[in-house]
């Protein structure tokens, strides 16, 4: 279980734009990536959930479950598109995967301009992510996004799973975050 207080205490002290990487172990992610959601959800207006760990239908019902308002989030569902019937839903949009980042970045790029007000981005599966890509191009479109957020004032987390990460990708990462925090 992850010192929840804690993960919030760390995220409390950092202005909203701020974009930290969370690092954690695989056992702990999901519970690292509902906390940090709730906690962006009850002070931020909008949230942009990129998912390659996890189905929509799956999401939301966690985030219900988690009392997480679902009509403040909007879902790149990087895995269900080739699983899934057409959904009714207005708050996600199905992306081919997790490999298609010119894709990513455009829909995150657009949605980032369409969501007026206070904003954030969740990167659910660095590690997962990194699977479906070549570790340069990767760093090339991470590089590219947190730009854009940093241009639009929009705040990120990003969690990784610890020790699973190449040491020279998680510098690059490392590197364009405001902080990394440890859970």
Do not use: W
């Not at 455009?106 to 479906?132: A, C, R």
């Not at 969690?159 to 190449?166: A, P």
């Amino acid at each position: 279980m992850i010192d929840v207080k804690k993960l919030e205490g760390e995220l409390s002290k950092l202005p909203e734009e701020s974009i930290v990487l969370i690092e954690t172990s695989a056992e702990h992610s999901f519970d690292a990536s509902m906390a940090s959601i709730k906690f962006l959800a009850d002070k931020r207006d909008n949230g942009i959930i990129l998912s390659a760990s996890r189905p929509y239908i799956n999401l939301v019902s966690n985030y219900k479950k988690n009392n997480i308002d679902t009509k403040k989030m909007f879902i790149l569902d990087c895995i269900s598109k080739k699983h899934t019937e057409k959904m009714d839903a207005d708050n996600v949009m199905f992306l081919e995967n997790a490999s298609a980042l010119t894709d990513i970045a455009v829909s995150l790029g657009e949605h980032m301009q369409m969501i007026d007000g206070k904003k954030f981005i969740l990167i659910d599966s660095i590690n997962t992510m990194l699977i479906h890509n070549k570790p340069h191009i990767f760093a090339r479109f991470m590089h590219d996004i947190l730009t854009k957020m940093r241009l639009h004032g929009t705040g990120g987390l990003l969690i990784s799973l610890d020790d699973k990460m190449n040491k020279d990708m998680r510098s690059e990462i490392a590197q364009l975050c405001d902080k990394v925090i440890k859970v």
